[in-house]
């Protein structure tokens, strides 16, 4: 069936340097691709979200990027800083619903 | 604001059993919707509402119910407890369906024994 999934389950970088977290999908139907953030014991925040007929977009320390040629989306984040540690979701949406990928955790390495 | 609010944050539950998981916003969206996270699992839609008086099945909705009388509240119900419903649960809202910024409260952990 459709899914949106990701490549690794976890992911280390040093402070400082940049992250790539990456997210293959099957839906080339859906409108909209989202970033969302989850930190221990919370819920998932909003982070970025990109419209399908865009290739990149840009947030505060955060670029997300869509290749539809091979489904393919990525969450870049600059300078990762240790309050970057969490567990990452690509998320589409399908119809009227989100369809969440399994997630990436980052872990931010002093 | 507070935002999405659950209740409670944590839930033992005995085989059977049945519970109400509670979901309130106070950011007067229309669109509701209730996930379960299991481990190594992304979040799975199991009912959603798209406003007062409407609802509607989401991937995973055996063995629970819901209702949305108001705008404010979404409340999940579990039927009869199993094991298998042993997860983590979330609600959401945002302003409406194709909205994506959802907005989630701090979730429910619920074991089932």
């Known amino acids: 069936g459709e899914s949106v999934g990701l490549h690794l389950p976890t992911l280390s970088v040093q402070e400082g340097d940049n992250s790539i977290i990456n997210c293959a999908y099957s839906?080339?139907?859906?409108?909209?691709f989202i970033w969302y953030k989850q930190e221990s014991g919370k819920g998932p925040q909003f982070i970025i979200d990109?419209?399908?007929?865009?290739d990149k977009r840009q947030g505060q320390r955060v670029t997300v990027l869509l290749n539809k040629t091979v489904k393919h989306l990525s969450l870049q984040i600059a300078a990762t800083q240790p309050g970057d540690s969490a567990v990452y979701f690509c998320?589409?949406?399908?119809?009227?619903?989100?369809?969440f990928g399994p997630g990436t955790r980052l872990s931010v390495l002093p | 604001n507070a935002g999405v609010t659950q209740t409670p944050k944590f839930q033992v539950l005995k085989t059977g059993q049945s519970m109400t998981l509670q979901c309130a916003q106070d950011m007067n969206h229309e669109y509701m919707s209730w996930y379960r996270q299991d481990p190594g699992m992304g979040l799975r839609l199991i009912h959603y509402s798209v406003g007062a008086g409407i609802t509607d099945q989401g991937e995973v909705p055996n063995g629970y119910n819901v209702s949305r009388s108001t705008t404010e509240d979404f409340p999940l119900r579990l039927l009869s407890a199993a094991p298998s419903q042993t997860s983590v649960y979330f609600c959401?809202?945002?302003?409406?369906?194709?909205?994506?910024?959802?907005?989630f409260g701090q979730g429910t952990r619920l074991t089932v024994v």
């Open positions: 959401a809202s945002s302003y409406g369906s194709d909205n994506t910024e959802a907005f």
């Open positions: 998320a589409e949406i399908n119809g009227q619903n989100f369809v």
């Open positions: 990109i419209r399908s007929n865009m």
């Open positions: 839906n080339s139907a859906s409108d909209y």
